[in-house]
């Protein structure tokens, strides 16, 4: 039978509690910012169908930011007070309010860029400041709880405020795209430094590692279904207008192929374990994340384009399309294997030539559709540039992360 749901002290979670697991709260709230990945995802593709890419890269890379650093924001808090009273579900549900707010604003936001006049992002920062007071009213209901990490909690409220601020005067100035970019760069800057100063406060705050590994990893998996959804959507599209036809299944193949291997090869790096060993480490793992979240949803949107080009309603060539799809999957390679190299404080040689094979991989699917290799064929190869590197992992290379891991203590 359940407990009641009444008010209750965040005094702090037990960061060595066992078989600490995500909460159905948890999940239901990775879906309300998946649906924001989604709204990002299809307005770069609309953007890339038509060639327009400087416009949809900076719109996708505010919009990924916008929807991933609240979520990184509110994981963190939740890992250290999540006590599941009523005003943690209430605040939780602001800001689940306060996505879908950012959702609705992004077709406007991105419509601005690609015109270049002036940015309109009035519903999307409302959206996000939404959220980021929601954030603040839980920091400071966990500062006033728990007296030994009273400076930590008030340090997180501190420069979300301040960067809140910034965004209200950033919806009422009305700017130019140039003095936009450079006050956003500026807020981005105190919205990232605030955990790195708050963590250096009283031993921060006590967050699980292992809790919030899988916080993490559960977003990524949540986001890579939303490729293949996607991707289906846009495929089923394309089978309504013309029919059935083997570029159809194999750009439908590669695509879920690319999920699948996506999804194995992040499995691949042990956060956990390190990070209960090495709780200092958080910062690069964390952050790096957000360039994952934005890799996968940049798979997502190039798949989508791709389905456009083979229904004949894309802007771009061929060549173009495939590079919406294999920039992302490299980016995404990439930074794992930087993610796997600063948790294990290692540069070994061997991971690194996997690497350079697998972007070579990716090099070929280009070349191949510039050769006159159909599309689907070419995101076949997409998707055995991450294959490649799970085959020599699961052969060989878990050799090399187990002695790492043993080198590294965890």
């Known amino acids: ?41 299809s307005q770069a593709a609309l953007l890339l169908e038509h060639g327009h890419w400087p416009a949809a890269v900076t719109g996708f890379g505010l919009g990924v930011f916008a929807i991933s650093w609240p979520w990184v924001n509110y994981a963190w808090l939740a890992s250290a007070y999540d006590n599941d009273d009523v005003f943690f579900r209430i605040a939780t549900l602001v800001e689940m309010i306060g996505v879908l707010v ?27 400041v939404i959220m980021r007071v929601a954030a603040v009213a839980l920091w400071l209901r966990a500062a006033r709880h728990d007296p030994g990490h009273r400076r930590a909690c008030l340090a997180y409220a501190v420069t979300i405020s301040v960067a809140q601020i910034g965004w209200v005067l950033l919806i009422l100035a009305s700017l130019p795209i140039g003095a936009t970019a450079w006050i956003i760069a500026a807020l981005t800057g105190v919205e990232l430094a605030g955990p790195i100063l708050a963590e250096r406060k009283e031993g921060g705050t006590p967050w699980h590692p292992h809790h919030i590994a899988e916080r993490y990893s559960l977003l990524v998996i949540i986001t890579l279904g939303e490729v293949i959804l996607g991707t289906v959507l846009a495929i089923s599209a394309v089978v309504d207008r013309s029919g059935w036809s083997a570029e159809v299944v194999l750009v439908a193949s590669g695509g879920t192929a690319l999920a699948f291997a996506m999804w194995w090869l992040y499995f691949t790096v042990p956060a956990g374990r390190v990070l209960a060993r ?42 173009a399309t495939v590079l919406t799809v294999a920039i992302p999957v490299f980016l995404f390679e990439l930074t794992l294997m930087m993610i796997y190299s600063f948790l294990l404080r290692t540069a070994d040689r061997h991971h690194i ?58």
């Open 353 to 410: 030539w996997v690497f350079t094979a697998a972007g070579l991989v990716l090099a070929c699917a280009v070349v191949a559709v510039g050769l006159g290799a159909s599309l689907g064929a070419a995101l076949l190869i997409v998707a055995a540039s991450p294959a490649l590197i799970i085959v020599e992992y699961e052969a060989v290379g878990y050799r090399h992360a187990e002695q790492a891991l043993k080198q590294a203590g965890a």
């Open 278 to 319: 090495h709780r200092r480490r958080t910062f690069g793992w964390s952050y790096g994340h957000i360039i994952v979240f934005a890799a996968v949803v940049g798979t997502g949107a190039g798949l989508h384009a791709a389905a456009e080009y083979i229904s004949g309603e894309s802007h771009i060539a061929a060549t």
């Open 1 to 41: 039978m359940s407990l009641p749901h009444r008010l209750a002290r965040m005094s702090g979670r037990d960061p060595a509690e066992q078989h600490r697991a995500s909460t159905p709260l948890e999940l239901l709230f990775d879906l309300t910012f998946v649906v924001g990945f989604s709204a990002v995802s």
């Open 102 to 128: 950012i959702a609705l604003g992004l077709p406007p936001f991105f419509r601005s860029i690609d015109e270049g006049r002036h940015v309109d992002n009035g519903i999307m920062v409302s959206g996000y």
